[in-house]
């Protein structure tokens, strides 16, 4: 049997913060990208602390399909959409109690990290039993919650 490492990606990336719930003006950041196979539908936005309201890094993380999707046409439901924004610019909206942000990102960038993510696992080729594995245990225990009979 073929044991694969997991593997994490990030790229920083210029982005522009256009809207903010606490009517912040707009300001120029740096969003790390990250992507890990060892969770492999999903991406991660971090942002540095000094643009964030609790002054701490802070992570979202949602559907890889998602950001593929919105660099083409509107996405999203809940927390985070995704939309293109001009001929160059995807945006990236963000819900949380606190507020609401909206931050653009230049699409190549985008479309750069992505690549390189589905160069590590294609769309399709996910693996999810350890996803699955890790979720049972956390539900129902090491042993599977089950009584012995």
Known sequence: MTTTLPVTLEQPT?????AAGNAAPERGLTVALRYASADPLAI?????AE?????TEVTW?????LLDEG??????AGDVHVWPSGRTR?????HAPRGLAVVEF????LRRFLRRTYALVAAGDEDLTD????????????DGGGAAG
């Open 90 to 94: 995807t945006a990236v909206e963000l």
């Open 44 to 48: 991660s936005l971090v942002f540095p």
């Open 131 to 142: 996803q699955v594995h890790r979720a049972l245990r956390a539900l129902f225990g090491p």
């Open 71 to 76: 660099l083409r046409a509107p996405s999203g």
């Open 106 to 109: 230049g699409s190549s960038a």
């Open 61 to 65: 993380a949602f559907a890889r399909s």
């Open 14 to 18: 210029r982005a522009r913060l256009v």
């Open 51 to 55: 643009v964030t309201l609790t002054g």
